[in-house]
Structures are given as C-alpha cells and as structure tokens.
C-alpha cells in the first residue's frame, strides 16, 4: 500500500471517529433539552410528536446540500399533502429550522434565537406540535427541527 492510500485511509477514519463523537456529544441530552429551551421562550409550550420526529428523521437522512428543499419534495408539500414517509397527518402551519455543526442543543438555541426567522419558527403561537432529529449525514452532524400546527 502506498503513502498515499494509507494517508487517505487514515484521513478517512479520523473524520468518522470525529463525527461520531460529535454525533454523541449532541444526543446525549437528547432533543428534550432543545424543545425545553423554545418552550422557555414561548407562550404556550410546544409538545414532542412522533410523527413529526419521524418525518425530522427522513429529512435529516435526505438532506444532501443545505437547502429547505429535499430529493423527495419542497418541506411545505410533505406537511400539507404527503405520506412518503408514512406520515398520514396534515397540518395547517409549518416551520422548518436546520442547524449543521452544533456539539450542543444549548448553543444551537442560542445561536437560532439570534436569527429573526428561526426565532419567529421557534416562538410562532401557530405551533403547538415539533419533532426533532439529529443525524450525520453528507453535511455533517445535522439537526432538522420540524413545526406544525393545525
């Protein structure tokens, strides 16, 4: 094996090694410590859906280049009109916040609360449901928050 190879190989397994903890760093507390954090800052409070995390998953898992956009539709059709993903519910309003690179749900709020729009997805009275999926995927370790509200 040449120089090279070995290096990229090396390369290669320092970067999954990397990402994984990473990856582990932000699950550990799990996605409760993010939707806490919004529901501190909000009116009345968000609840944890199943339904919207496992579309929070297909998402994540789908996102190939950082866009609200997705191989298979834009965001807003799969939550009004789509069950590819075995998601049969259907919801009036609809928020989308994605976060690439954060270690920690804390510092991903703050730095989303800094933003006008992520802040308005995270504070909108028309949300009362949210589903939160974190994910390493060809972005990095990523963090797809869906809203919706009937």
């Not at 970067?15 to 507390?29: G, L, R, S």
């Amino acid at each position: 094996m040449t120089e090279n190879k070995l290096a990229m190989i090396l390369a290669g397994v320092v970067v999954v090694w990397f990402m994984t903890i990473f990856m582990f760093a932000i699950t550990e507390a799990g996605p409760e410590e993010l939707v806490r954090d919004i529901n501190a800052v909000r009116t009345s409070p968000l609840v944890m859906d199943k339904a919207l995390t496992k579309l929070a998953k297909g998402r994540c898992l789908d996102l190939k280049s950082w866009s609200h956009d997705g191989s298979f539709g834009v965001f807003y059709d799969i939550m009004y009109t789509s069950n590819r993903v075995g998601i049969v519910k259907r919801y009036h309003f609809a928020g989308e916040n994605l976060a690439v690179g954060f270690l920690d749900y804390r510092s991903m709020f703050y730095t989303l609360q800094a933003s006008v729009t992520h802040r308005d997805n995270n504070q909108n009275p028309n949300f009362q449901k949210v589903g939160v999926f974190t994910c390493v995927n060809t972005l990095g370790t990523t963090t797809v928050i869906l809203f919706a509200g009937k």
